[in-house]
């Protein structure tokens, strides 16, 4: 196990399309993390899992995107009709139950919508 | 919403100087932590410091954190040009149910050779 795995890196859209997204956390992490961030900022919360139950979810997450991890393994991040303003880098992280440890980040996905 | 805020926004300095960066947030917390996130990666976790901690090392890496002040600063040492990245500060808010850390808006760090 290399770590958080996500795919694709990057990811050119035309504006309208759904596009889906993939992250592979580490196996012994039960908590997954989306996170979305753009150019000169932090990352901002998005969702979050612990097995397959999804526990919150952010404000910004309209009901456009929709993530999903089933049998608590591998996420999906899915954004229906993308607009230009979802263009931004797309960050997973896994970490152990508690926030005691850090969390370990993919590389993310970039996704450019136009 | 974020709740940290870095200061510097930016910071060049010279191969073997130190580099000092400050994050302020607004909420007590469980703990913070600082990342580092070289261009276009993801983010990687450097240093998780306690609530009840005050100060901790890490290799060429020193972190204080001062709850009363909200405040928390990274020290890098005897800086290399490989530490050129960005740095965030991330926040355990201790608020009943918040499971996720919150992270700042991140200093830009140049090591210039």
């Known amino acids: 196990d290399t770590g958080v795995s996500q795919d694709p890196r990057h990811k050119i859209t035309k504006r309208g399309q759904n596009v889906t997204f993939r992250c592979d956390p580490i196996?012994?992490?039960?908590?997954l993390y989306w996170y979305r961030q753009t150019l000169g900022q932090g990352p901002e919360f998005l969702t979050y899992?612990?097995?397959?139950?999804?526990?919150?979810k952010s404000r910004l997450l309209s009901d456009r995107f929709s993530a999903e991890r089933p049998k608590g393994s591998f996420s999906t991040l899915e954004i229906q009709r993308t607009e230009q303003g979802d263009s931004a880098m797309y960050l997973c992280?896994?970490?152990?139950?508690?926030?005691?440890?850090?969390?370990?980040f993919g590389s993310g996905t970039r996704l450019t919508v136009v | 919403s974020q709740q940290g805020e870095e200061d510097p926004q930016a910071l060049s300095i010279q191969e073997g100087e130190n580099a000092t960066m400050n994050c302020s947030y607004k909420?007590?917390?469980?703990?913070l932590q600082w990342y580092r996130q070289n261009s276009g990666r993801g983010l990687v976790h450097l240093i998780l410091?306690?609530?009840?901690?005050r100060e901790k090392h890490s290799g060429r890496l020193r972190v204080t954190l001062d709850t009363s002040k909200k405040s928390s600063s990274l020290l890098i040492t005897a800086s290399r040009a490989a530490d050129t990245a960005s740095y965030f500060c991330?926040?355990?808010?201790?608020?009943?149910?918040?499971?996720?850390?919150?992270f700042g808006q991140g200093t830009r760090l140049t090591i210039n050779p």
């Open positions: 410091i306690r609530s009840n901690e």
């Open positions: 991330a926040t355990d808010p201790l608020i009943q149910g918040a499971q996720k850390l919150v």
């Open positions: 992280a896994s970490s152990l139950a508690g926030l005691i440890y850090g969390y370990t």
């Open positions: 909420t007590s917390i469980n703990n």
């Open positions: 196996s012994e992490h039960n908590r």
């Open positions: 899992f612990q097995n397959e139950a999804q526990l919150e």
